[in-house]
């Protein structure tokens, strides 16, 4: 019986008030679209998890970590919310879109990490109600 809905979307849609407000949020993406839209959407960024490019992202992670934590020094004080949310943003531009974030001017930190923890943020793409996922 639990089988049944992770096999035949069209059994368990995406929707509701919680999904709405989702989409609001984030836009129409694979997580939130209807079953409609979903396989669609999937299939496009489906060649991204393909097996062959996962030690890529594994090295990439690695080069953003190791860059992230070289100027750490013992008995100093990190902020690990701050951290995290750097090299994931880091990570993502990396093997998503192959750039980074520009060094934000008179920050201390690294040129090689994004300034999104420090309270720059970047504008988040809305999808467009042509992408086939518009309420």
């Not at 060649?47 to 080069?63: I, V």
Request: with cysteine.
């Amino acid at each position: 019986m639990t089988r049944d809905p992770l096999v035949d979307d069209r059994l368990f849609d995406k929707g509701g008030p919680l999904y709405d407000r989702l989409r609001e949020a984030g836009g129409s993406g694979p997580a939130t679209c209807p079953a409609r839209d979903h396989r669609r959407q999937r299939r496009l960024i489906q060649p991204a998890f393909h097996r062959a490019r996962l030690p890529g992202y594994a090295d990439t992670m690695t080069e953003v970590i190791d860059a992230a934590t070289s100027g750490w020094r013992a008995g100093g004080r990190v902020d690990p919310v701050s951290e995290t949310r750097s090299m994931a943003a880091a990570i993502l531009l990396s093997t998503v879109f192959g750039t980074a974030l520009p060094a934000a001017s008179g920050n201390a930190r690294s040129s090689s990490r994004p300034p999104t923890a420090t309270g720059a943020r970047s504008p988040s793409p809305r999808p467009s109600s042509s992408n086939g996922c518009g309420s």
